[in-house]
């Protein structure tokens, strides 16, 4: 428990090696990653510093990026890391995760399978369950919203066509692009993906809303069912 342990504090550490008045001083650009998460963890505990507490995530993690998806509770796994420290870690990773999606929502246009994959393999390409979401568009090709569908895989129990176009109905869309992930890093569509791609390209056409590609991201890679005359 944090709250009965010595702390052992960045204030301790020598002023040169404090990350804050670092930062202050050559801006945030210089300081490590560690330095970084160490500012957010803020204290550390009778045996190691804020700093090595970060560097002991950071290891134990692999790396910044495999903080991106963790909760509480995993964080938690490292001694020193209490539930406060903990949440505090989990709604900076979500804010960044939230400001990233922001700035790639913000281009102007996504006209082709690279543009669509580069909107979102930021925020999905480390997601631990299936989640599907659509880029919908405008007559010219613009982002209006990326709305989620569903988590937990692509069936006909979960997907149903009305739920993918209910948001893109009531935001007038001209058209949409589906994108989901695969935990697995392997890109390759299952029969379900195909199936359901298929089904809702069906539907777009009746309804006058077209589905111009399906993207699947796993990992650094993703696959284009458009580029892949899947449909």
Request: glycine share 6%; net charge positive.
């Amino acid at each position: 428990m944090e709250g009965l342990q010595t702390n052992f504090t960045i204030k301790e550490l020598p002023a040169e090696e404090r990350p804050r008045e670092k930062l202050l001083k050559k801006g945030s650009k210089y300081l490590s990653t560690s330095e970084l998460l160490a500012l957010i963890i803020r204290t550390g505990n009778k045996e190691r510093t804020a700093v090595e507490l970060a560097q002991d995530l950071l290891s134990f993690y692999g790396g910044l990026e495999g903080l991106l998806d963790l909760s509480c509770e995993e964080l938690q796994k490292i001694n020193g890391i209490g539930t406060a420290k903990a949440a505090q870690i989990n709604a900076v990773t979500e804010l960044s995760r939230r400001i990233s999606a922001l700035k790639n929502q913000k281009r102007d246009l996504v006209s082709n399978p690279i543009q669509a994959a580069e909107l979102l393999a930021g925020e999905m390409r480390f997601l631990k369950q299936e989640v599907l979401r659509v880029i919908l568009l405008d007559v010219k090709n613009k982002v209006i919203a990326v709305p989620e569908i569903s988590r937990g895989g692509l069936s006909s129990s979960i997907v149903h066509p009305r739920e993918v176009f209910k948001e893109a109905i009531r935001r007038s869309s001209a058209a949409m692009i589906l994108v989901h992930n695969h935990p697995s890093g392997d890109p390759s569509p299952s029969a379900d993906d195909i199936s359901i791609t298929k089904k809702l390209v069906k539907t777009g056409k009746i309804i006058g809303i077209e589905v111009m590609d399906h993207i699947i991201i796993a990992g650094d890679k993703y696959l284009s069912f458009k580029e892949k005359a899947l449909f």
